[in-house]
């Protein structure tokens, strides 16, 4: 039998026992002959004498709490990556109904845009006026309601044969047209412009369209001019394709093409005017012997319906005034139109821009922007 002793195991005798130490009053026994006990294995394991066996299961009590902590982690670790995956899905889902309502958006302005083709093709274009289907905005979108749910367009057509065509200042040949060059300068006056400047922009004008590099005038500008800006292009020597071009020419600052912008236009092939839907500021420059009491003459002729519009003499008829008619310059038929169909899906919109010119078979597009 062993016995316990001021924390020494003591052994009987007849054992091969002894006691042994490397550091003072910490003796350990060592036996030849180890008593078969649970001392034995406290023994095999290395264990000195009067250490205190391990206590498994009051270490895994008192791990329940760490337990406790790594549970919490991983719930929330799960819980992250949950939201995480519900915040990309949520994104894709809304990627996609964007995309599908961006579509949908883009055959509800073009069927907006065939809508007026279709309604400018059906018009009688031997004459036009604001009288005609196609200068109706208002109507023309209304028709829209009910074609797709909740989803709309609106329409609006300018008549472009109704402006100024910039293109027409020159002839073949690169030298002036009279009677455009004339047009213009009022044109340009109108806006109170002194007459030495609107000589130089229409000179200007001249040169950046003709094809050769000779300036025109004093004020006219050429690659000489545009080559030693701080930075320098080339002159186009070439007709306009799109009015923000002449935001190059010289003379023309950003606050006067925002003025005469609307009065331009660089499509049409021979200059003529339409004098059913050109703006009034363009009447009031046709000729100088309009002033603006013929103007108004000539509005409140053409806007009533029972008038009759057709042929350009219907200007000599206003009051007693003769408005003298400049030579080629005026039509009542229109060819070029500017054509914007805007869609609507909530407050999604897409609109489409485009500009054709109607010919006897069908339309060409000779432009198109969508934003």
């Not at 219907?314 to 310059?329: A, D, K, N, S």
């Not at 109607?358 to 198109?368: C, H, I, Q, V």
Request: proline share 4%; aromatic share 8%.
């Amino acid at each position: 039998m062993e016995y316990w002793s001021t924390g020494v195991l003591g052994v009987k005798s007849g054992k091969d026992c002894s006691f042994y130490t490397s550091k003072p009053n910490t003796p350990v026994l060592h036996c030849s002959n180890p008593p078969a006990s649970p001392e034995r294995e406290r023994w095999r394991a290395g264990t000195p004498i009067g250490a205190k066996p391990l206590n498994l299961g009051r270490f895994l009590r008192n791990s329940r709490g760490m337990a406790l902590i790594l549970t919490i982690l991983i719930i929330s670790l799960i819980v992250a990556l949950t939201l995480q995956f519900n915040t990309s899905m949520r994104s894709d889902l809304h990627a996609a109904a964007n995309l599908r309502d961006g579509i949908k958006l883009g055959y509800i302005a073009k069927s907006g845009f065939n809508y007026v083709l279709a309604v400018l093709l059906d018009d009688d274009n031997s004459v036009d006026s604001f009288h005609d289907t196609w200068a109706d905005s208002k109507s023309l979108s209304e028709n829209s309601a009910g074609l797709f749910g909740d989803d709309r367009f609106e329409v609006k057509v300018s008549d472009h044969s109704g402006r100024i065509q910039i293109n027409k200042l020159i002839i073949e040949d690169g030298s002036y047209n009279g009677d455009q060059e004339n047009l213009l300068m009022r044109f340009l006056k109108s806006f109170g412009l002194e007459e030495e400047e609107v000589e130089n922009i229409v000179n200007a004008i001249k040169d950046w369209i003709d094809a050769d590099d000779d300036v025109t005038g004093f004020g006219g500008a050429e690659n000489s001019y545009y080559q030693t800006l701080e930075r320098p292009y080339s002159c186009k020597n070439a007709p306009v394709e799109f009015l923000k071009q002449l935001l190059l020419v010289k003379g023309i600052s950003k606050e006067l093409f925002s003025h005469i912008s609307p009065y331009l236009s660089p499509h049409g092939d021979d200059g003529k005017i339409n004098i059913n839907t050109a703006d009034p500021r363009v009447l009031g420059v046709l000729s100088e012997e309009i002033d603006d009491e013929m103007v108004q003459d000539m509005l409140a002729y053409r806007d009533n319906e029972d008038n009759d519009l057709v042929g350009v003499n219907w200007q000599l008829r206003v009051g007693t005034t003769i408005v003298p008619e400049p030579q080629g310059l005026l039509t009542t038929s229109s060819t070029y139109f500017e054509i914007t169909s805007k869609g609507f899906k909530g407050a999604m919109t897409k609109q489409i821009t485009g500009m054709v010119e109607r010919k006897e078979d069908g339309f060409d597009t000779l432009s198109w922007k969508t934003e």
